[in-house]
C-alpha cells in the first residue's frame, strides 16, 4: 500500500505514537527490503510485550506498508480507541462466539485487496520464561495456504525490556533498543496441493514458527530452546503435578 493510501487514522495514530516511542526506545530495525512493495501479504511477529505493537507498528509504518492487526473484538467498542482501531481498518476477533470466523474471513479479504495482515501467531505474550516464541496457532498458516500470499518473518526484541511481558510498572533507565528483523518470505509451498487438514495447518505452523525464531536467535546471538514452550503441555503437566501432590497428602493423612 502507497504511502499516500495510509488515510487519515493511520497518520492520526503516527502522530500520537510516534513521538513517545521515539524518545522511550532506540531503534535497530533490518529486513525492510523483505516487505512487498506491492500485493497483499501477511507478516507473522513473536509478541513479548504489551508495547511491542505499538513498536512494531512503527517499524512497518516507515516501509509505507501498514498492516492489519487482529485484535479483540473489546477494544473496537473502547470510545476513541474504538474509533482509532476501526478507522485504520484492524480486524476484530470474536473470540468463542458465532462470528468466531469473521476475523478469518475478513484478513482473507485483505490480502486478496493486496492489503497487509499482521500476525501474532501466539495468540498471547509468550510465557516461555527466557521470552522465546512458544507454539503457535494456525490461523495464519490458514491464511497463507487459502491465500498462497507471502508471508514474511518478524522478531522484534527490546520492547520486553521497557515492559516485561506481564509486568505493571515500566523500566525506563537505562532506555532501551527496540530491535526488528524481518527476514525472506516463509516457503510453505510443499503444503499448497495438501488437503487443509489439522495436521497440516499444524505442520505449516511450526515451520513458520521456526522462521520467526531464527530470526529472534540472530538479533539475541544465542540458541532457541530445541522443543518450543507449549502451554497447553504445561497445564496439562501442571494438572498432574497437582494430581500427584493431592494424592500424596491424601495417602499421608490415611497413614496417620
Known amino acids: 500500500m502507497p504511502r499516500r493510501r495510509i488515510g487519515?487514522?493511520?497518520?492520526?495514530?503516527?502522530?500520537?505514537?510516534?513521538?513517545?516511542?521515539?524518545?522511550?526506545?532506540?531503534?535497530?530495525?533490518?529486513?525492510?527490503?523483505?516487505?512487498?512493495?506491492?500485493?497483499?501479504?501477511?507478516?507473522?511477529?513473536?509478541h513479548n510485550s504489551h508495547v511491542d505493537p505499538f513498536a512494531y507498528a512503527h517499524y512497518q509504518y516507515n516501509t509505507g506498508r501498514v498492516?492489519?492487526?487482529?485484535?479483540?473484538?473489546?477494544?473496537?467498542?473502547?470510545?476513541?480507541?474504538?474509533?482509532?482501531?476501526?478507522?485504520?481498518?484492524?480486524?476484530?476477533?470474536y473470540r468463542e462466539s458465532t462470528d468466531a470466523l469473521s476475523a478469518f474471513r475478513a484478513a482473507i479479504d485483505a490480502v486478496e485487496r493486496g492489503e497487509c495482515v499482521a500476525f501474532y501467531p501466539e495468540g498471547?505474550?509468550?510465557?516461555?520464561?527466557?521470552?522465546?516464541?512458544?507454539?503457535?496457532?494456525?490461523?495464519a498458516a490458514r491464511v497463507a495456504l487459502q491465500t498462497k500470499c507471502p508471508v514474511i518473518p518478524?522478531?522484534?526484541?527490546?520492547?520486553?525490556?521497557?515492559?516485561?511481558?506481564?509486568?505493571?510498572?515500566?523500566?525506563?533507565?537505562?532506555?532501551?533498543?527496540?530491535?526488528?528483523?524481518a527476514g525472506p518470505p516463509v516457503d510453505l509451498s510443499r503444503f499448497y496441493d495438501r488437503e487443509?487438514?489439522?495436521?497440516?495447518?499444524?505442520?505449516?505452523?511450526?515451520?513458520?514458527?521456526?522462521a520467526i525464531t531464527r530470526r529472534l536467535e540472530e538479533i539475541r546471538g544465542e540458541k532457541a530452546p530445541?522443543?518450543?514452550?507449549?502451554?497447553?503441555?504445561?497445564?496439562?503437566?501442571?494438572?498432574?503435578?497437582t494430581q500427584v501432590q493431592t494424592q500424596g497428602k491424601q495417602a499421608e493423612g490415611q497413614s496417620k
Open 196 to 210: 487443509m487438514t489439522p495436521e497440516v495447518l499444524k505442520e505449516a505452523t511450526e515451520v513458520i514458527m521456526a
Open 154 to 181: 518478524v522478531a522484534q526484541w527490546g520492547a520486553n525490556e521497557l515492559l516485561p511481558a506481564y509486568a505493571k510498572k515500566p523500566n525506563l533507565f537505562p532506555r532501551k533498543t527496540h530491535h526488528v528483523l
Open 124 to 139: 498471547t505474550l509468550t510465557r516461555d520464561p527466557n521470552g522465546w516464541p512458544m507454539t503457535g496457532k494456525t490461523g
Open 67 to 93: 498492516p492489519r492487526f487482529l485484535a479483540k473484538s473489546g477494544l473496537f467498542k473502547k470510545g476513541f480507541v474504538g474509533a482509532a482501531m476501526r478507522g485504520t481498518g484492524q480486524i476484530p476477533v
Open 226 to 241: 530445541e522443543t518450543p514452550y507449549d502451554p497447553r503441555r504445561e497445564r496439562i503437566e501442571q494438572r498432574r503435578r
Open 8 to 46: 487519515f487514522w493511520y497518520r492520526f495514530a503516527a502522530v500520537l505514537c510516534k513521538p513517545p516511542l521515539v524518545v522511550l526506545i532506540k531503534r535497530d530495525w533490518r529486513g525492510m527490503e523483505h516487505i512487498p512493495a506491492e500485493g497483499g501479504f501477511i507478516t507473522v511477529v513473536n
